[in-house]
T-cell receptor, first 114, second 115 residues
Framework: GQQVMQIPQYQHVQEGEDFTTYCNSS?????IQWYKQRPGGHPVFLIQ?????EVKKQKRLTFQFGEAKKNSSLHITATQTTDVGTYFC??????????????FGKGITLSVRP | KAGVTQTPRYLIKTRGQQVTLSCSPI?????VSWYQQTPGQGLQFLFE???????NKGNFPGRFSGRQFSNSRSEMNVSTLELGDSALYLC??????????????FGEGSRLTVL
């Protein structure tokens, strides 16, 4: 079945450093979503990318969808302690045309040293 | 606008018991999905309901079931609990039509511990 992979699962950075993480799918995705879960919290939607090669920015966060629509990246410029949390990517399952089921990657947990 | 509400927030059960979790979606949202979150497996899709019909189902045993009511509120039930069912159960709602992917709004979850 479709797999969405995020490696590594943990990353530690010094505050102020840049951070980039990647998400890879075994199949072409119609779109990809990113969520953030703070420690002890629940996932919160960040962004959805739909077009091949699409780039979207949210303040210090930059999201990109690959040209082949099988991978995506999240880049954080000058990390802050408020960026701490687990970032998940998710893509819809399309084999049966049932686009509504989202498959989540296992997420990357970011810690930031002040 | 109230967010997604899940009850109970925490519960402790023993093996063999059953549990029912409840989810009230955002007003106007007709789709409700359920996810199981564990440290080892991450977020795993259980099922999705739209207009009282199950639209999608994940790879969980039949002990896991759910339903949706006419007011879009949803419940999930786990029977014959096992230790491995200990997890955070997350409910998510969205406004889109069935078959269209849209932003998921998650509740705070129900933390189930099975002893």
């Amino acid at each position: 079945g479709q797999q969405v992979m995020q490696i590594p699962q943990y990353q530690h950075v010094q505050e102020g450093e840049d951070f980039t993480t990647y998400c890879n799918s075994s199949t072409t995705l119609s779109n990809i979503q990113w969520y953030k879960q703070r420690p002890g919290g629940h996932p919160v939607f960040l962004i959805q990318l739909v077009k091949s090669g699409e780039v979207k920015k949210q303040k210090r966060l930059t999201f990109q969808f690959g040209e082949a629509k099988k991978n995506s990246s999240l880049h954080i410029t000058a990390t802050q302690t408020t960026d701490v949390g687990t970032y998940f990517c998710a893509g819809p399952r399309t084999e049966t045309g049932a686009n509504s089921k989202l498959t989540f990657g296992k997420g990357i947990t970011l810690s930031v040293r002040p | 606008k109230a967010g997604v509400t899940q009850t109970p927030r925490y519960l402790i059960k023993t093996r063999g018991q059953q549990v029912t979790l409840s989810c009230s979606p955002i007003s106007g949202h007709r789709s409700v999905s359920w996810y199981q979150q564990t440290p080892g497996q991450g977020l795993q899709f259980l099922f999705e309901y739209f207009s009282e019909t199950q639209r999608n189902k994940g790879n969980f045993p039949g002990r896991f079931s759910g339903r949706q009511f006419s007011n879009s509120r949803s419940e999930m039930n786990v029977s014959t609990l096992e230790l491995g069912d200990s997890a955070l159960y997350l409910c998510a709602s969205r406004s889109g039509l069935a078959g269209v992917t849209g932003e998921l709004f998650f509740g705070e979850g129900s933390r189930l511990t099975v002893l």
